[in-house]
């Protein structure tokens, strides 16, 4: 990525990360299907800037949990604020505008099969009637973030499954979102395809300190995400320095519908819950 976009993104995001106002609050949250209890009275909150783990069994509803946050979902009862507007009665207008602020990489990524690389990333600026020669520019700043400039005249099935991922990724960040979503962005990837699109997410964490939400399957990529840092100068991630741990990167762990964990990366290290201890071992 060039120094020029890590500081427009910096400039961007100045607004919402110096605001103590959480950018994300869950306070008792259900939600289920069929009669069946999915989420059961959910509460957390996710600061600026913060990177927020979602971890837990499969089927436990960690996408669930993220679709709520930017109302493709509504859930049956309690509260849910992003950006310090309660999205729970929103009209679907404001849910619009809502979820211009919100870049989301889905599970699979989601792309269009039709549209070339260039077409799938400028996706929300055409939508947003951008100028062509606009559009251009910051779809090859997005790709050149994600280290993918020279595939942009490429469509989705001459891609491998970690590009169409940086692909997902550049289309995310394309408008400088305050909040992104990463539903499992490694799924159904090998670990160092998973670990290079970690690098992307530490990348953008600690260049544009964007709040997000990110599940995963893979401890592993948990563990990187906590463990290093990106250097600019070097371009490349980093392990932190003394076994350090980045204070932004926090969990939130799910079983049976409930929080059994949200805090800090060495209070889950150190938990004493046999759980926990177990499905973090
Ligand atoms: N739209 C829906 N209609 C009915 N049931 C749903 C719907 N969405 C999710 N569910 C159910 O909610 C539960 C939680 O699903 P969710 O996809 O959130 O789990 P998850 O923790 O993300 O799973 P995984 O780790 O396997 O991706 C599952 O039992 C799922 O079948």
Redesign the pocket.
């Known amino acids: 990525m060039t120094e020029e976009l890590a500081s427009t993104s910096l400039s961007l995001n100045e607004s919402s990360a110096d605001s103590t106002e959480p950018v994300v609050v869950y306070e008792d949250v259900s939600i289920g ?2 009669r069946k209890p ?1 989420l059961d009275n959910i509460s957390f909150k996710v600061q600026p800037g913060e990177t927020r783990i979602i971890l ?1 069994p ?8 993220m679709k709520l946050a930017n109302g493709l979902l509504c859930p049956d009862s309690g509260s849910i604020r992003v950006f310090g507007q309660e999205i729970t009665t929103m009209h679907e207008n404001d849910l619009f505008k809502l979820r211009s602020r919100i870049g989301m990489v889905f599970q699979e990524s989601a792309l269009f099969d039709s549209l070339s690389v260039e077409d799938n990333v400028a996706y929300r600026l055409h939508e947003d009637r951008v100028p062509e020669d606009e559009a251009h520019k910051r779809v090859v700043e997005a790709l050149q973030f994600v280290e993918l400039e020279h595939a942009i005249a490429k469509f989705p099935s001459e891609l491998s499954g970690g590009m169409r991922r940086r692909v997902s990724i550049a289309r995310a960040i394309i408008s400088s979102p305050d909040l992104i979503l990463y539903d ?1 962005p490694t799924g159904g990837l090998d670990p160092i395809t998973s670990t290079t699109i970690i690098e992307l997410v530490v990348k953008q964490r600690d260049v544009s300190h964007t709040t997000s939400l990110l ?1 995963t ?1 893979r401890l592993q990529d948990a563990i990187v995400l906590a463990r290093n840092r990106f250097n600019l100068k070097a371009g490349k991630m980093e392990l932190i320095s003394d076994n350090g741990i980045d204070d932004s990167t926090k969990f939130l762990v799910l079983n049976e519908g409930k929080v059994v964990f949200d805090g800090a990366t060495k209070a889950l290290v150190h938990t004493t819950d046999p759980w926990l201890k177990e499905y973090i071992s």
Request: with cysteine; charged share 15%; aromatic share 6%.
């Open positions: 299907f069929d999915v837990g499969a089927g436990c509803g960690k996408s669930v949990l499992s599940i399957h």
